[in-house]
């Protein structure tokens, strides 16, 4: 397993600021994910974070957006870039552990935007 | 169009009753992986199955993989208040990306 720290845990932002999530694993991880979670919904990946090279982004979700940093393979940076309140929502890293691909979260940072 | 259909989307039952969550798929994962969300948590990784037919147990809980590894089950026998919560599938396609299904709201009345 791993031990996944986030934060801000929550926080409350107005529209058009930007706002950085900071992930910190407790152990070098190859594959490192970002995920959004908006209300009453499931969770939708936002981008691969790469190590040392630009993060791989899904369809829907773009750079300018999501900048994503990964300076090393224990820790990235989501920015939320120019906020709406449609971007409201909690915001999960992940990172794979084992062969099966299984993944564990960090507690999200919960985002509001007004 | 969702890829992994999860069903019920919401469950209110009784303390004591048993229930089963599916996760219906035209699709085949290498592996498919249950997790349980409670508010202001991540998802917590439950069960990993892997080979069609798989049965896993785990206290009260029992999963299962269809023999086409398309479908999953989650049966829990004598549902407890401290079972509620979200319960998510999720299907491996290779590449470590997972797809995850709806979820199911889970709130077990004592």
């Known amino acids: 397993s791993a031990v996944i720290s986030q934060k801000p845990s929550r926080d409350i932002c107005q529209r058009g600021t930007s706002l950085t999530i900071q992930c910190q694993v407790d152990?070098?991880?190859?594959?490192m994910f970002w995920y959004r979670q908006q209300p009453g919904q499931s969770l939708t990946l936002i981008a691969t974070?790469?190590?040392?090279?630009?993060?791989?982004?899904e369809s829907g979700f773009v750079i300018d957006k999501f900048p994503i940093s990964r300076p090393n393979l224990t820790f990235s940076t989501l920015t939320v870039s120019n906020m709406s309140p449609e971007d409201s929502s909690i915001y999960l890293c992940?990172?794979?552990?084992?062969?099966?691909?299984?993944?564990?979260f960090g507690e999200g940072s919960r985002l509001t935007v007004l | 169009t969702q890829l992994l259909e999860q069903s019920p989307q919401f469950l209110s039952i009784q303390e004591g009753e048993n229930l089963t969550v599916y996760c219906n798929s035209s699709?085949?994962?290498?592996?498919l992986q249950w997790y349980r969300q409670e508010p202001g948590e991540g998802p917590v990784l439950l069960v990993t199955?892997?080979?069609?037919?798989e049965v896993k147990k785990l206290k009260r809980l029992t999963f299962q993989f269809g023999d086409a590894r398309k479908d999953s089950s989650l049966h829990i026998t004598a549902a407890q208040p401290g079972d509620t919560g979200l319960y998510l599938c999720?299907?491996?396609?290779?590449?470590?990306?997972?797809?995850f299904g709806a979820g199911t709201i889970l709130r077990v009345k004592s």
């Open positions: 974070a790469n190590q040392g090279s630009e993060a791989t982004y």
């Open positions: 152990s070098q991880v190859t594959m």
């Open positions: 699709s085949v994962f290498s592996s």
């Open positions: 992940s990172v794979v552990v084992g062969a099966t691909g299984e993944l564990f």
């Open positions: 999720a299907g491996a396609k290779g590449g470590n990306k997972l797809v």
């Open positions: 199955v892997v080979t069609g037919g």
